[in-house]
């Protein structure tokens, strides 16, 4: 992990008033690169074997530079050039993925957020530990295969997307479906609806809902949808499709607006409240966007079956504001309000509060 240290000399020997925001051309690019600009600040796309005509037809969307790359791990070699150009990084989850989290924590560039977050959310272990102890509720989790005695769904660790997640219901079941050469996970299926809470932790803000330190956000919702358990369920007969080589899978391909009912909304904003305090004991809190990953029971309990630590993909639809960051401040996105955080920080000599 690059030292505070050394993050803090960089920060102190950079030009404040040409500040360059900048991130990994995918996952949440767009709105990053839209709220970047609409804040005032110059962006950076980071391209790696990717077309980027694409940009030409979003142009409120596009960077206004590219830096491309052979690998994501180049930037490691190219922290000086980053550096020359006053480069703030904003990770997203498929930055961090194809980077890797260890290489990502020893960038020598100032990124936003707190890195020490990453070996929080990257190792399943420790994530089930962080929610826990803050009291969030979560599936039971099962230790040894054999021990399946219910419908589970096994997950591998870190941001893939969903890729590779399957549901089991027995161990001969589990056989079928594991990789053994990736660390995986065993919960317990919940039945229930699943919702995608986005919300943004600002400790240098003092207006809003007050938690020990700064204010915690509600930005907005989604749900998603995944190929090819969504169409899958409608066919019936899982295990016969299984017997023909089709099995279902999570990957992601969509995401879609959601709002709750609003009687939920108090124990939601306790649950992102609970997952922040605990973090400041923990690690020294997280900071900006992050998402709680729900289940809601038809007793309409809250489990928690997942953290990510920055902004998600599910913040997409919501570009030009949501129901709920629309009661903030109309029409700001997520990618806006970590533009707004970095800009408010630097007005105040506040960036290495939010800077790591």
């Known amino acids: 992990m690059v030292s505070r240290d050394r993050i803090n000399r960089i920060i102190d020997g950079y030009d404040k008033d040409n500040l360059v925001i900048?991130?990994?051309?995918?996952?949440t690019s767009l709105q990053i690169f839209n709220g970047a600009r609409k804040e005032g600040f110059k962006t950076l796309g980071i391209a790696i074997s990717q077309k980027t005509k694409f940009y030409d037809a979003f142009p409120r969307?596009?960077?206004?530079?590219?830096?491309?790359?052979?690998?994501?791990?180049e930037l490691l070699d190219r922290e000086e050039e980053l550096i020359k150009k006053n480069v703030i990084l904003v990770p997203h989850g498929s930055f961090v993925e194809y980077m890797t989290p260890k290489s990502f924590e020893a960038l020598e560039v100032p990124t936003f957020g707190n890195r020490h977050v990453l070996e929080w959310e990257?190792?399943?272990?420790?994530?089930?530990?962080?929610?826990?102890?803050?009291?969030?509720e979560m599936p039971h989790k099962i230790e040894d295969p054999k021990m399946i005695d219910r419908p589970v769904l096994v997950k591998y660790d870190g941001a893939k997307g969903g890729r590779g997640f399957f549901i089991a219901?027995?161990?001969?079941d589990f056989k079928l479906g594991?990789?053994?050469?990736?660390?995986?996970?065993?919960?317990?299926y919940i039945l229930g609806t699943r919702y995608y809470i986005h919300f943004?932790?600002?400790?240098?803000?003092t207006e809003g809902y007050h938690l020990s330190k700064g204010v915690l956000?509600?930005?907005?919702?989604?749900?998603?949808?995944?190929?090819n358990i969504d169409e899958m369920y409608k066919l019936g007969g899982q295990e016969e499709l299984k017997k023909l080589g089709h099995y279902p899978t999570f990957v992601v391909?969509?995401?879609?607006p959601v709002v709750v009912r609003e009687s939920l909304l108090p124990k939601l904003l306790e649950l992102g409240e609970r997952a922040i305090e605990r973090s400041l004991e923990l690690f020294g809190g997280m900071i900006g966007p992050f998402c709680l990953e729900c289940i809601v029971t038809d007793s309409l309990a809250v489990k928690v079956f997942e953290i990510s630590s920055r902004i998600v993909a599910g913040t997409n639809p919501f570009i030009s504001g949501s129901p709920y960051s629309d009661l903030l401040e109309p029409g700001v996105s997520t990618g806006r309000r970590i533009a707004q955080e970095i800009k408010f920080a630097k007005e105040h000599d506040q960036l290495k509060e939010v800077l790591s």
């Open 217 to 227: 956000e509600l930005m907005s919702m989604d749900r998603r949808d995944e190929s």
């Open 178 to 188: 594991i990789d053994h050469n990736q660390k995986f996970s065993i919960q317990e």
């Open 169 to 172: 219901k027995d161990y001969p």
């Open 122 to 136: 990257s190792d399943r272990d420790k994530e089930r530990t962080w929610l826990t102890s803050a009291g969030l």
């Open 253 to 256: 391909t969509g995401n879609v």
């Open 22 to 27: 900048a991130t990994a051309c995918s996952h």
């Open 200 to 205: 943004f932790y600002s400790p240098i803000r």
């Open 61 to 73: 969307g596009k960077p206004d530079e590219f830096l491309f790359v052979d690998s994501y791990t």
